[in-house]
């Protein structure tokens, strides 16, 4: 199974970005699949997940009511629309599923077993 992120670019503080992330092949369905960040410096953290079976989701605080994460089954996609871009919000953004099923959502990185390479956001103030 392989992850790839696209979307990634520069943006105005304001502005918006969608990014994509495309499996190899189908565990959308089984799978949660999350989007984590990470900046210079700082460890990476949770943004925003989807599961799988459900479509059941959960987002960070600081993206809550800004981004929001979306699956389409038949293109193997998982999607972050983000809004209202935040300088604060420039890092790699990576994507990656957790293929243990879970009586919630694992918001800790260690919980998920495949990654992709990532992809830069940068947001100018």
């Known amino acids: 199974v392989q992850y790839a992120e696209s979307g990634g670019g520069l943006a105005q503080a304001g502005g918006s970005l969608r990014l994509s992330c495309s499996v190899s092949?189908?565990?959308?369905?089984?799978?949660?699949v999350a989007w984590f960040r990470q900046a210079p410096g700082q460890e990476r953290e949770f943004v925003a997940a989807?599961?799988?079976?459900?479509?059941?989701?959960d987002y960070s605080d600081s993206v809550q009511g800004r981004f929001t994460i979306s699956k389409d089954n038949a293109r193997n996609t998982v999607y972050l629309q983000m809004d209202s871009l935040k300088p604060e919000d420039t890092a790699a953004y990576y994507c990656?599923?957790?293929?243990?099923?879970?009586?919630?959502?694992?918001?800790?990185?260690?919980?998920?077993?495949?990654w992709g390479q990532g992809t830069q956001v940068t947001v100018s103030s």
């Open positions: 990656a599923a957790d293929s243990t099923i879970r009586p919630s959502i694992m918001r800790d990185r260690r919980g998920y077993d495949y």
């Open positions: 989807i599961r799988g079976n459900t479509g059941d989701t």
């Open positions: 092949d189908n565990p959308l369905r089984r799978y949660t």
